[in-house]
């Protein structure tokens, strides 16, 4: 395949761009990522011969982190030279920050991958988790400039992803019902009238398995 992919054991993703993401279940730190499906042909995603992780296209690129560049996954090494080659070339088209590793993904969210309910190039939220770095001992001085934000991970190793809900206007929506309509009149599929459309697709679940 196009991609090299190395067993990595993934040290710990420290990030600085974080919001605040609300469910029923409360509020929870999450920060923006995309998830980036290394594979050659679509049909690779049906046959598990793929590879899932999720990067950031904003978040700087630190010693140890593990990057996505043209495919290829790469880790940025302890020079200053190199350091600002990379971080001055983050974004969408140069490094990519890995947030997540294919070993981060749960059966549940690879599961929504393969149903299709992820697909490549997707905008998610990723939970995240502020913590005390080096375990800083209280003295009565003020440690809120120890606390580090990090990607959060459970018992298992596994991520924990929140859908972004994007606006649309109501001409791509109707653009979508109608490329929909006419799709179903050409496979003599069951007919969904607007309302039942909007229904199904415009009501997504909150929260990401």
Known sequence: MYFNLIIIIMKTVKVTKTETYKDSQGEHIVCKGKLILLKLYDEDIKNGNYKAI??????KIEVG????????????????????????????FGFRKI????????????????????????????ECEEILENDVIDNG????????????????????LF????????????????????????TANSFQNLSEWLEENYNPPTKIN
Not at 54 to 59: G, H, L, R, T, Y
Request: proline content about 3%; hydrophobic content about 35%.
């Open 54 to 59: 999720i990067v950031s296209e904003i978040e």
């Open 65 to 92: 982190d593990m990057y996505l560049r043209s495919g290829q996954i790469g880790e940025l090494k302890d020079f200053e030279d190199n350091v600002k080659y990379v971080n001055d070339r983050v974004g969408q």
């Open 99 to 126: 947030l997540a590793l294919p070993e981060n993904f749960s059966p549940e969210i690879l599961k929504d991958i393969v149903d299709g309910k992820l697909k490549d190039g997707d905008e998610v939220f990723v």
């Open 141 to 160: 001085t003020n440690y809120k400039e120890f606390f580090i934000k990090q990607i959060k991970l459970n018992k298992d190793n596994h991520i924990k």
């Open 163 to 186: 859908p972004i809900n994007k606006e649309e206007s109501w001409d791509e929506i109707m653009a979508k019902y109608i490329k929909y309509a006419m799709h179903v009149k050409i």
